[in-house]
Structure formats: C-alpha cells, structure tokens
C-alpha cells in the first residue's frame, strides 16, 4: 500500500492550512509546502507524513496564469502516487470566470486525469460553512447567510458572490456537466447512495457536488469517496470538508488507528499581527485587540501601492511598529478595518489613476506587507507571527521565504499555529499562524500569543 493517502494543492494560504490542520487533527501526519517537494526530499526530512500538500495563490490567477502554473504543480503531487489529488478551494467559494476559477482548475486536473470523475465537497461544519440543495450558505457574526446575500462575499471586491447556487455560479467557469447529491439522497442507505452517485456518472456528469450540513453528511461522503475512488488515481475539489470527511472514515475504516497529540506552545510576552483582510470578522479582532493592549498601526495601502511613495510609507511603518515593540507593546498592523474603511476606495481610486489592474492591488500590498513584517521580525528576533487574510499569508511567506509548515497547535478551526521551515535561518524555527479573514473568534491574535485557545 502506498504509505501517502492524499496530496493536496491550495488556492490560498490559509486555505491550506487550513486542510493540514484537518488532516493533523484526524490523525494524518501532514507537512505543507510553499513549492512541490521532490519525493526523495520528503522522505528524508520528513519521514512518516501520509499527506503532503502545496500553498498557493491560484484564488488570484486568471484562467492564463492557471494554464502555465497549475500543470506542472498537479503532475508533481501526482508523483507521490497517493490515490486522491485534492484542490482546495475556499469554503466561500471565491471565484469567477477571470480570477481564481475553479471551473478552470477543474478541467486542467481532468485533463491530468481524464478519466476522473470530480466529486466536488465545499460545506465544512466546522467553518459553519453549509451546502444545502446545491446552495452554499456560510456564518457571519452569528447569522447564516445564503452566500449571494453574505456581508462580505456579496461584496467581495475581486469575487463578489451573486449566485449562491454553486451548480449556476461553476458552470460559468466550465462547459463539465455539473450532479448534485443532495442532502435527502445522503439520509439513504449507504447502497442507495451509491446507485444513486453511479447514476449521476451513468448519465454523464463529469463533477458531483454534495450537499453537507452536519458531520454525519460529512462521515457519508467520505465513505462514498474511499470505497468509490480509494484506488485512484482521483482528481478532488473543494473546502477542507474533504478532509474532514475522509478522515472521519479512515478512522471508522481502521485505515488510521489513532489520532495525533498536540501540546500547545509556551506563551510569548510579544506578538506581530498583519492584517489585510477587510472582513467583519477581522475587524472585530483588530478592535478587540486595541481595546486590550495591542498597538495599532494603519498602514497606508494607497502610499505601499504607489511606485514613488512605497519606500518612504514601508520605513515609516517599520519606525512605527519598532517603537511600539520597544514599549513592550504587542503590535497590529492593518491596512483597512472593516469592509467600508474608506482606505479600500482610496486605494482602488489610486490604482485606476496609475493604470494597476484591480487584480493586481492585492498583490501589490502583501509584497509590501511582507517586506514590512519581514524587516521588524529581522529586527527585533522576534518569534512568534500572525497574519490575517488569505492572499496576504501567500505573499507574506513568500518574502519571509518559508519552505514548508507544520502544525503546533488548533487555536481556531481553519487557523491553526505552526512551525515554519525556512531557507533563512533567522526564521527556521518562526511560529506564525495564517489566518483567513473570517475564521477566529474576536480574541484570536491573544489566543495566538498565548499558544492556545481560551
């Protein structure tokens, strides 16, 4: 048997962290990488994993971008020879035709294996993200939301969600035949099911999406995904639901036979956050933080984007976040609070007058921000990080040259703490949480300084 059961590529960061966590915590040694291992080089430095998966950025790529980058990236996790390749996709479902398409994804992984059908799973419970007759619905505030109506993914600035039935909004992206498996079909037993799921493949569906609303659905598609395509080779897509559905059935299956003891961390006396999420979510662990001690620093997104006054607006957040730290100060530094900050405006307005593409906004401020965070932890030794928002950790990383991560400890689901391995000494043994804009509760970052959840 193949000592590796699943390699996984993520569209974002966190999201990828977010899937290492679930494995972790379902008893599947995992590292993750920023670039495709070599198989000799894993099993050398990281004998005993049975996952491996790879950070990505593809949630920001246009459909030409993900033609040149996503091939050569699937055909390496298919070297491991596990029988199921995973690509994970936000629980919110962020994409469109032009950036971070799925539909896209999905035919360049069929295309890798052309006989594959692609079962697609987006609810996770644990994230109270639910998928229910096709319809993705997900939790803000202490409110469900149909996603077409969610406060922040109805007005996300790159993929706004104004379909919430995810079967319309994919097949925009791709010409593949789209079945659902929906939440009655799932009450069946297991042999019904799995007529019913032969059907689908019978009458031509090439991508099979499930409802999920509870754990129970989740224990049924992942006994349907093992017993169906166990043997594989089998191209997967969606939220960390898959693995929390395999793994519920791997250890039902005996397949693993116990779950994996974390201790949690020491508590550090400083912590750093960077913040370039704009979700309600963040904002009010921003807020909580500056009402009991942290120091804020706002960045100005429209000085970092701008070619002339980037340099100048980094030194000066650097001068800033050095001070505070030097008062013993833990410190938050954030580039907008909240949805409607009128920094958001000011920066795309900025962006159109020097002809930056939207897309390319993003980008532009988390090199920044890793550039910043990079020259205060180089600075002051510090060694323990957090940062929020998903394209933001994948361009964070990437300045602080982080190779692979692995987890220390669950502090929110989603947005575990790890260890990191980088090619810069400095930061060879940094711990760094990456953390979606919507996941934590509002003690998040202080949970992160403590080393574990209050």
């Given at each position: 048997?193949?000592?590796?059961?699943?390699?996984?590529?993520?569209?974002?960061?966190?999201?990828?962290?977010?899937?290492m966590e679930a494995l972790v915590l379902g008893g599947i040694p995992t590292v993750l990488f920023l670039e495709p291992p070599q198989p000799e080089f894993v099993q050398t430095y990281f004998p005993g994993i049975r996952a491996i998966g790879v950070a990505g950025i593809s949630r920001t790529m246009t459909p030409a971008q993900m033609n040149v980058d996503l091939p050569p990236i699937f055909m390496a996790l298919k070297a491991f020879g596990a029988p199921l390749i995973h690509y994970k996709i936000c629980s919110t479902f962020d994409s469109s035709p032009t950036t971070g398409s799925i539909g896209q994804a999905?035919?360049?992984?069929?295309?890798?294996?052309?006989?594959?059908?692609?079962?697609?799973?987006?609810?996770?419970?644990?994230?109270?993200?639910?998928?229910?007759?096709?319809?993705?619905?997900?939790?803000?505030?202490?409110?469900?939301?149909?996603?077409?109506?969610?406060?922040?993914?109805?007005?996300?600035p790159i993929t706004p969600m104004d379909e919430s039935d995810l079967r319309v909004h994919l097949a925009k992206q791709t010409k593949g035949r789209i079945g659902l498996i929906n939440i009655l079909q799932l009450a069946q037993p297991q042999a019904d099911l799995q007529r019913d799921y032969q059907a689908l493949i019978d009458q031509g569906c090439e991508i099979i999406l499930f409802d999920t609303i509870d754990h129970c659905h989740l224990r049924t598609i992942g006994k349907l995904i093992w017993e169906h395509h166990g043997q594989g080779p089998t191209f997967l897509v969606g939220s960390s639901g898959i693995e929390y559905a395999l793994t519920y059935h791997w250890l039902d299956?005996?397949?693993?036979?116990?779950?994996?003891?974390?201790?949690?961390?020491?508590?550090?006396d400083q912590l750093i956050v960077m913040c370039g999420s704009a979700s309600p979510t963040t904002k009010s662990q921003i807020e909580w933080a500056l009402d009991n001690g942290y120091s804020g620093i706002r960045l100005n997104s429209a000085r970092l984007i701008d070619p002339v006054q980037s340099a100048a607006a980094c030194a000066e957040s650097i001068r800033a976040a050095l001070n505070a730290l030097g008062q013993g100060q833990s410190i938050v530094l954030y580039a907008?609070?909240?949805?409607?900050?009128?920094?958001i405006a000011q920066s795309q307005e900025l962006a159109k007058q020097l002809a930056i593409q939207p897309q390319s906004v993003g980008a532009m401020l988390g090199q920044q921000q890793g550039?910043?965070?990079?020259?205060?932890?180089?600075?002051?030794?510090?060694?323990?990080?957090?940062?929020?928002?998903?394209?933001?950790?994948?361009?964070?990383?990437?300045?602080?040259?982080?190779?692979?991560?692995?987890?220390?400890?669950?502090?929110?689901?989603?947005?575990p703490l790890c260890r990191a391995t980088s090619r810069l000494p400095q930061f060879k043994r940094l711990e760094i949480a990456f953390k979606g804009g919507q996941n934590g509760k509002e003690d998040y970052f202080e949970a992160i300084r403590m080393g574990y959840a209050g």
């Open positions: 048997m193949n000592e590796y059961l699943l390699t996984y590529y993520g569209d974002d960061f966190t999201g990828s962290a977010d899937v999905i035919e360049l992984g069929r295309a890798l294996l052309p006989e594959s059908i692609v079962p697609l799973v987006v609810g996770a419970p644990a994230l109270k993200r639910y998928v229910t007759f096709g319809n993705l619905f997900a939790t803000a505030g202490g409110q469900t939301y149909r996603l077409d109506r969610h406060p922040t993914m109805s007005r996300h299956a005996g397949i693993v036979r116990e779950n994996i003891t974390l201790k949690p961390p020491a508590s550090v907008a609070l909240g949805p409607d900050d009128p920094a550039m910043i965070l990079r020259a205060i932890l180089e600075e002051t030794g510090l060694r323990r990080a957090c940062i929020a928002g998903g394209d933001t950790s994948g361009y964070v990383a990437q300045q602080l040259e982080i190779v692979a991560l692995e987890i220390l400890n669950p502090i929110a689901p989603g947005a």
